[in-house]
């Protein structure tokens, strides 16, 4: 019968870009009804399936129970629908989790202001189920969803919303994916943190997992990315050695620990370098920010930290207000283009616990986010006073500015292409940070001497080194200046 969609035993299963996919009975009558090479109608795929598994008892009928299956089996790539009929026939190419699709803009706006007030309502307490608005197709939904990196939150939470059949299987075929990725990392952070702890080094893992662990207890709804990893600037050495030595190395244009003035310049004006591996890079901090002093040192942040499960390991982490902290400063650095970021802070913040370890307020930057998220999103009950004031100080014009940010963002960050902006960029946060002068001369010479172009100096002597680096930044600016003239001139 129909009604036995959901037992797991009496599968089969296909292979779908190298993957096992299996296939519940459904699945299967209804790639039994579809010729290999020819096309088959939905009304006659529907009619093999109930001719083969008999009609349902109650509940969905076969129609629905059919065509929700038939989308589960497109979202993989396993079919393709090639007519506006419904006429299916197996797909040629597997479906991929490439960046999402071109959608009209109008489209593309409507579709990301959809996405916004269905977060609001999972992030209420409203009864029901948050209907997606007809005008708006399932796949500029998904595309919105994936956009803003929330796809696995959404799939999570699947009962809380009214979708389109198109609209869920896609969701929850792109989250199995990005499970899958985040399934890898978890694993791969454990042997990374078992790596450093067997080198005596301490270490603090932030965003990616381990955030998901602590603000959602659920290590995969965030997704897949890289790992982040926090050590005290005095044990950087021997980090980097630990993870060496456990299968990663240094990425392009990063140095290795040695007395060159390379590397001594690199930790005195950087905050981390990244390490590839077979399965994961690894971002290694010896600060939360490019700006010392933005957050507490490592030696405060260790003696407060929490203590998350990923995937059945214990994870050293920030603690909760710490994270909430990091989270909302590094959602406004990037201008709060992601409506995950933002939903990561509404979590933390909702927590009255998070509030308990306030030691410090929050900077104006980080206030703000934590007004937005309250704005876009709720207001959470059993918050403090500072968070309504915070919403409250959020002004309409800077409201409009976001909301036209998110619609129009891209998927990844695009660093500025202008030389001095990032600059420029980190001497604003010294500005909300009260920074010295002495910190403003130490990213100055971050910016001036960049680490792509400091990293292979081997000599150990400041007064060898950098007048070569000097020359070749020169060289470089004046070939960009060339080739930006010539483009001009074409």
Excluded at 122 to 145: D, E, M, T
Excluded at 195 to 210: C, D, H, I, P, Y
Excluded at 255 to 268: K, L, N, Y
């Amino acid at each position: 019968m129909l009604t036995d969609l959901y037992v797991e035993d009496d599968r089969s299963v296909v292979m779908v870009a190298e993957s096992v996919l299996g296939l519940s009975p459904v699945a299967t009558a209804i790639l039994e009804a579809v010729p290999e090479g020819m096309t088959a109608s939905l009304r006659a795929v529907t009619d093999h399936v109930v001719a083969t598994l008999g009609p349902p008892n109650e509940g969905p009928s076969a129609d629905d129970i059919t065509r929700q299956h038939v989308w589960d089996l497109v979202a993989h790539g396993v079919l393709e629908v090639v007519d506006e009929g419904g006429s299916l026939r197996e797909a040629s190419q597997p479906l991929s989790d490439g960046q999402p699709g071109a959608v009209d803009a109008e489209d593309s706006a409507l579709a990301v202001n959809a996405l916004r007030e269905a977060l609001r309502h999972l992030r209420s307490n409203a009864p029901g189920r948050w209907p997606a608005p007809a005008s708006i197709s399932p796949s500029a939904l998904v595309r919105a969803a994936r956009l803003h990196h929330v796809v696995p939150y959404l799939a999570g939470h699947l009962d809380r919303l009214d979708l389109p059949y198109q609209a869920r299987s896609q969701l929850e075929a792109v989250a199995s994916r990005q499970h899958a990725g985040a399934t890898i990392l978890a694993a791969d952070l454990a042997v990374a943190m078992e790596a450093l702890e067997g080198a005596g080094v301490r270490a603090l893992a932030f965003k990616g997992v381990s955030l998901a662990a602590q603000a959602y207890d659920n290590y995969l709804i965030r997704g897949a990315g890289d790992l982040d990893l926090l050590v005290s600037p005095e044990e950087l050495t021997d980090a980097h050695l630990a993870l060496w030595q456990a299968g990663w190395r240094p990425a392009a244009g990063y140095p290795v620990p040695d007395v060159s003035w390379g590397w001594r310049h690199f930790v005195r004006t950087g905050n981390e370098l990244t390490l590839s591996g077979p399965g994961s890079d690894i971002d290694l901090h010896w600060d939360l920010a490019p700006t010392r002093g933005t957050f507490p040192d490592f030696e405060t942040l260790w003696s407060r930290h929490a203590v998350v499960s990923v995937a059945g390991h214990p994870i050293p982490t920030l603690a909760a207000y710490d994270a909430l902290a990091h989270s909302a400063g590094h959602a406004a650095k990037d201008g709060w283009r992601w409506l995950r970021s933002l939903v990561d802070v509404h979590t933390l913040m909702a927590d009255p616990q998070t509030w308990l370890q306030a030691d410090r307020p929050l900077r104006s930057d980080q206030l703000l986010t934590v007004g937005l998220a309250a704005r876009q999103l709720g207001m959470p009950a059993e918050v403090p006073l500072i968070v309504s004031l915070a919403a409250g100080r959020v002004d309409d014009t800077t409201l409009e500015r976001v909301l036209l940010q998110q619609q129009q963002t891209a998927p990844e960050h695009r660093s500025a292409a202008t030389p001095g902006v990032e600059f420029l960029q980190r001497l604003q946060t010294i500005r909300l940070t009260s920074g010295t002068a002495t910190e403003a001369a130490r990213l100055f010479g971050r910016s001036a001497l960049p680490p792509w172009l400091t990293a292979q100096e081997p000599s150990a002597r400041a007064w060898e080194a950098v007048p070569k680096v000097l020359e070749r930044r020169l060289r470089e600016v004046l070939r960009k200046g060339l080739a930006r003239r010539h483009a001009t001139r074409a």
